[in-house]
């Protein structure tokens, strides 16, 4: 079925321009359009190609990479976005499910099917997402819907951040963790089930989706999620209403059972390049593509503004695309360059502490800078996080940040706590 033909509007005020990624800048006129790669996933022609369409519809506007394994063009005039569509089409990717209330981006590990005794749960993942995007439940749910999946047991997609998390166990089967989300108030997600079959993975991801849709806030936007639906009912009344669909599933959908394949030892080689805010050009990104492409190296988007490559040999990177290694982890969102709610100027925060941390120091460390109390970046759970707020400190109104410390990375239920609020200057 081809979802980027959809017609119709999806639950409250969201209508199909956002269920194909499309969202309003805060420039009049201009447009940003996110393109979700399934698990991160891209072939370097496609890669080409979307950045052939940035510098036809958006010269001069780097691509950005955002955590949840998207690209987004931004900057595009309104008269433009008919064949933005039209352009991604061509080259074989479909952007529903990118916005809007309804399933978003699945996300997975990027090098799950890589790392030593890890798997390849694409096959997993993409039943769940045909299962779901078949359901008569998928143009009714009053908010948005995120899974994620993990294929080497360390939590690498970050389930507790997510609607439902599935990480793989040694034995091959799921730990299922479900009703999380970051926003205004974060929690953390909780543990549903300690061991499913692949067949018990689509069945729970129905279910659950099924449970949203009956029970999730339709008035109070704030409060629609399906973490909220938890907090309602509290957790134990959760997990029985859950597991009443659950079942309910279990008997009228019949879904193959999967055997998932090893990880493929043959391509030990990763290389990692950390993009400043997510931004990388449309040269870098055709230098990259055509790179990857001669050497045959896969090329995945991770959770964190990177690109990971896998390649059988050591690769040496030409010295446009060698200056992004071992760079630190930053993660931004757009802020007030872009965003209607941004608060705060986080690129150019970003790019202030990617100058001054760069060395090994901040080596595995993810600092996370978000322009408004949405955590959008992921704040509330990252080793230092900054959420961006406007403070008036010495008799002057300005942008400010709260700075968070401790959390887990969405790959525990640890949230970061509040330490202190500093001017935006105070931190550069």
């Keep these: 079925m081809s979802h980027n033909n959809v017609s119709s509007t999806s639950g409250g005020a969201v209508g199909p321009q956002r269920l194909l ?21 891209i072939e370097a022609h496609q890669l080409e190609k979307i950045a052939a369409i940035a510098r036809r519809f958006s010269p001069g506007t780097p691509l950005h990479l955002t955590t949840r394994q998207d690209i987004e063009l931004h900057d595009i005039a309104e008269q433009d ?13 479909a952007t529903f499910g990118a916005c809007g209330d309804c399933v978003r981006n699945m ?25 779901l995007f078949n359901s008569p439940t998928l143009f009714t749910l009053p908010r948005k819907f995120k899974l994620s999946f993990c294929g080497c047991g360390q939590g690498c997609g970050r389930p507790f951040i997510n609607d439902l998390g599935f990480v793989r166990n040694p034995d091959g089967t799921f730990r299922a963790i479900g009703a999380g989300s970051l926003g205004v108030r974060p929690e953390t ?13 689509v069945w729970l991801a129905a279910g659950a989706m099924d449970l949203f849709a009956a029970l999730g ?4 936007r704030r409060k629609a999620r399906l973490r909220h639906v938890r907090q309602r009912l509290g957790d134990e009344a959760f997990r029985e209403e859950l597991g009443r669909r659950f079942e309910a599933v279990r008997h009228r959908l019949a879904v193959p059972e999967l055997t998932l394949a090893e990880a493929k030892g043959q391509y030990s080689h990763r290389t990692v390049l950390q993009f400043v805010t997510g931004e990388i050009s449309a040269d870098q990104a055709e230098l990259l593509a055509e790179f990857c492409r001669d050497k045959a190296i896969v090329v ?20 446009e695309l060698a200056c992004y290694e071992n760079l630190p982890c930053i993660v931004a969102c757009p802020g007030n360059d872009t965003c209607t709610n941004g608060l705060t100027a986080c690129r150019k925060l970003a790019a202030d502490l990617a100058m001054k941390l760069a060395g090994p120091s901040w080596q595995g460390k993810t600092i996370a800078i978000s322009g408004c109390p949405n955590h959008c970046a992921q704040s509330a759970v990252a080793d230092i996080g900054l959420c961006g707020c406007v403070k008036t400190i010495d008799d002057k109104r300005q942008e400010a940040y709260q700075i968070y410390r401790g959390g887990g990375n969405g790959k525990t239920r640890q949230l970061a706590t509040v330490q202190e609020t500093v001017s935006a200057e105070q931190i550069a």
């Design 189 to 201: 997600g909780i543990e549903l089930y300690p061991a499913l079959s692949t067949q018990e993975v």
């Design 300 to 319: 995945r988007i991770n959770l964190t503004h990177g690109i990971e490559l896998y390649s059988r040999e050591p690769i040496t990177l030409p010295a």
């Design 81 to 93: 976005v008919g064949a933005v569509y039209q352009q991604l089409s061509l080259a074989g990717v």
């Design 107 to 131: 996300t997975i590990g990027a090098g799950c099917e890589f790392v030593p005794g890890g798997a390849d749960i694409w096959p997993l993942a993409k039943l769940v997402r045909d299962t």
């Design 217 to 220: 806030d339709r008035e109070n």
């Design 21 to 41: 990624g499309t969202y309003p800048q805060r420039q009049e006129g201009q447009w940003m359009q996110r393109i979700p790669l399934f698990g991160g996933r």
